[in-house]
Every structure is written in structure tokens, then in C-alpha cells.
């Protein structure tokens, strides 16, 4: 199949990027992925609160990594361009000096990212491309021919909100192993993940349905981990402080403590390369 029959292809199927674009207030999105999103959230209001506040870890996790050194990203799994992309939160911190890789397999993703950069972006510090997670020493081959990432140098390896659409069946936590043997030292790794606590019975009995319809109606399955088995993804890497936190609790741009964190539906945490 072709990229064209690729893209007309996704049109037509709920998209995980594109009901993420939805549930964070976005415009690439379609009316099969508007009415799928509302029944999860009628399900599961929650969701969006993780999108929301999934998205803010991100330009928190960027900020933080760029203030210690980091002049250079890949984001595994980047999804649909939306507003605080990696490019631009990297740009406002350290204008001119951050070069961004963007990897999405999903056609209509990849293609959005590659016109939002042509458009609003640095051509020659940021680039886009259409590869998967599990392709390990491709997908780093592919990112070091751009040019734009030097891999002796440390990195910041993003993974947001993408490691809960890959069951155990696929071995995730092996493919993530070999790209944290690509990071040279220095280099950080972030990590978010849905999670819901075992005692909140009613909130994971409605997650267990929303993955479900996830796995299927999407184009991508999605689970549930325990906090042990999401700690388990930064392998003996080190975490920085806070730790493995709900979303909202990673390093705040506020002072003021959020009500409740555990609303937020998810887990984050960087660590570092010794």
C-alpha cells in the first residue's frame, strides 16, 4: 500500500492521534474520531483530564531537559501537531539552538507534522518522519541520516502517552531497552502512562472498557499497568526528582499542589543516563 492509499485509509478509522488532537481541543480531527472520543468520555470523563494534563508534562519535561543541556530530541510516537509541540516549547527556552526528530507511523500524522514544519518551523533543525517504535536499530539509523541528531551527544528520548497502546504481547519493554542503549550519557528519557490505582475499583472497571473500545475501534490496542510495571520502562536508569509522580506533580509551574493529582489518570517520570 502505498502513502496515499495509506492516508485514505486512516481517514476512515478512529485514529488515537487524532482523538487525542480532539480531546486536547484540536482541528485534525474527524467526525468518526469526534463521536468516538464522547462515548469514552461519557465512560470515562477523566481522559481528557489526562490529555490536558499529559500534554502540559511535555512542555514541562522539554523545559526541564533543555535547562540542563539537552539540545537535541527525538519524540517516539509524536502524534498530531498541536499547540506546545517539542520545536516550539525547545525554541522558546533555547531560541535557534534545539534541533527536534518527530517519528509517528500513522500517515495522516507524519504528513501533518512534515507541513507544520515546513510552514512555522526550522527546515534545517527539525524534521518528521514515518517510523515505528518496535523498528529499534532502523528507526535510530533513519534519525541519525537526517542529520539533525548527533549520536554521540546526549539526547532527550521522549515517550508520551505512547507506551499504554503496546500490550506486553509486543514486548515494549525489550524495544525500549535497545533504545535506551542508543542514548550516549547525559541523556534523559521521559515517560508518561494512563494509570488508575488498584483500590479505585469503579475508575478501572470504566478504564478496562475504554481500552477495549480502544483495541477495538482504533488502530491501536490499549492497557493498563501497574505503577511497578510503568517504573519498570526506565530501566536502571536513574530518575530525577520527583520521581515516577501523577502528571500533574512533575516539577509544577505552580506552587499550589493540585487538589487532585490522581484525577489526572496518568504517570510520568524522566530519568537520566549515568
Known amino acids: 500500500?502505498?502513502?496515499?492509499?495509506?492516508?485514505?485509509?486512516?481517514?476512515d478509522k478512529v485514529s488515537v492521534g487524532r482523538v487525542y488532537d480532539y480531546l486536547l481541543g484540536g482541528t485534525h480531527n474527524y467526525a468518526v474520531d469526534q463521536n468516538f472520543a464522547e462515548k469514552q468520555l461519557a465512560v470515562l470523563p477523566e481522559i481528557r483530564d489526562f490529555a490536558r494534563a499529559n500534554r502540559a508534562f511535555l512542555g514541562r519535561a522539554v523545559r526541564f531537559m533543555v535547562d540542563q543541556g539537552i539540545r537535541q530530541f527525538v519524540d517516539i510516537g509524536s502524534g498530531l501537531p498541536t499547540q506546545g509541540n517539542v520545536h516550539e516549547v525547545a525554541d522558546e527556552v533555547?531560541?535557534?539552538?534545539?534541533?527536534?526528530?518527530?517519528?509517528?507511523?500513522?500517515?495522516?500524522?507524519?504528513?501533518?507534522?512534515?507541513?507544520?514544519?515546513?510552514?512555522?518551523?526550522?527546515?534545517?533543525?527539525?524534521?518528521?518522519?514515518?517510523?515505528?517504535?518496535?523498528?529499534?536499530?532502523?528507526?535510530?539509523?533513519?534519525?541519525?541520516?537526517?542529520?539533525?541528531?548527533?549520536?554521540?551527544?546526549?539526547?532527550?528520548?521522549?515517550?508520551v502517552a505512547l507506551l499504554h497502546f503496546m500490550p506486553d504481547d509486543q514486548s515494549p519493554h525489550a524495544a525500549l531497552g535497545f533504545h535506551r542503549t542508543m542514548l550516549p550519557p547525559g541523556s534523559f528519557l521521559a515517560v508518561s502512562h494512563i494509570h488508575?490505582?488498584?483500590?479505585?475499583?469503579?475508575?478501572?472497571?470504566?478504564?478496562?472498557?475504554?481500552?477495549?473500545?480502544?483495541?477495538?475501534?482504533?488502530n491501536h490496542a490499549a492497557i493498563m499497568?501497574?505503577?511497578?510495571?510503568?517504573?519498570?520502562?526506565?530501566?536502571?536508569?536513574?530518575?530525577?526528582?520527583?520521581?515516577?509522580?501523577?502528571?500533574?506533580?512533575?516539577?509544577?509551574?505552580?506552587?499550589n499542589p493540585v487538589k487532585d493529582a490522581a484525577r489526572s489518570r496518568g504517570l510520568a517520570g524522566v530519568a537520566r543516563t549515568p
Open 94 to 159: 533555547a531560541p535557534g539552538e534545539c534541533r527536534v526528530v518527530y517519528i509517528d507511523n500513522e500517515p495522516i500524522a507524519q504528513a501533518h507534522a512534515q507541513i507544520l514544519l515546513e510552514e512555522t518551523a526550522d527546515p534545517n533543525r527539525h524534521a518528521a518522519l514515518d517510523a515505528d517504535f518496535f523498528d529499534r536499530r532502523l528507526l535510530w539509523d533513519r534519525v541519525l541520516d537526517t542529520g539533525l541528531i548527533d549520536g554521540t551527544q546526549p539526547i532527550g528520548l521522549l515517550l
Open 1 to 11: 500500500m502505498d502513502d496515499t492509499a495509506r492516508v485514505a485509509a486512516s481517514v
Open 225 to 255: 499497568r501497574s505503577r511497578e510495571q510503568i517504573g519498570e520502562f526506565f530501566g536502571d536508569l536513574e530518575l530525577v526528582e520527583p520521581g515516577l509522580v501523577w502528571l500533574p506533580q512533575w516539577r509544577p509551574d505552580s506552587p
Open 196 to 218: 488508575v490505582e488498584p483500590e479505585d475499583v469503579e475508575t478501572q472497571n470504566a478504564g478496562k472498557k475504554v481500552a477495549q473500545e480502544y483495541g477495538r475501534r482504533t
